[in-house]
């Protein structure tokens, strides 16, 4: 099932890079602005809560999937391409095992724990 759920994250990436070769931008576009959805790590130099929701916001794929209906609503191409770069970015980190981030730890996300060192959550008592 894992491997079934990866291949559909990265047919997301491919459509969304083709929808993009669609609206008319370059082929290079999409890519070069592919790792642009990390920056929203930058909260968690402030602490885990903020990072945590700065992250997930831009890795939202429903708020990507937005972007672009508000972009093809308003028509407005670089809207569409922005939520087109969302998604696809999503869908990328999804691909590749990681998630939505859970506000204890980075490395906690919706997929389970990423890294080296695997945890395990303890039941709060």
């Given amino acids: 099932m894992k491997t079934l759920i990866r291949l559909e994250d990265i047919v997301k990436l ?52 937005a972007f672009v209906a508000a972009g093809v609503v308003m028509a407005v191409p670089e809207l569409q391409l922005a939520g087109l770069v969302l998604f696809g970015h999503s869908a990328m980190d ?10 204890d730890s980075f490395q906690h996300t919706h997929l389970g724990w990423i890294g080296k060192k695997q ?7």
Wanted: aromatic content about 18%; glycine content about 10%; hydrophobic content about 50%.
């Fill in 94 to 103: 999804r691909a590749l095992g990681y998630g939505l981030k859970y506000e």
């Fill in 14 to 65: 491919l459509i969304a890079f083709g929808a993009s070769i669609y609206l008319g931008y370059a082929w290079w576009v999409f890519p070069a602005w592919l790792l642009a959805p990390d920056l929203s790590m930058l909260g968690y130099l402030l602490n885990t809560k903020i990072g945590a929701w700065t992250y997930n916001i831009f890795h939202h794929q429903g708020l990507a999937l």
């Fill in 119 to 125: 945890q395990v959550s303890v039941p709060k008592v």
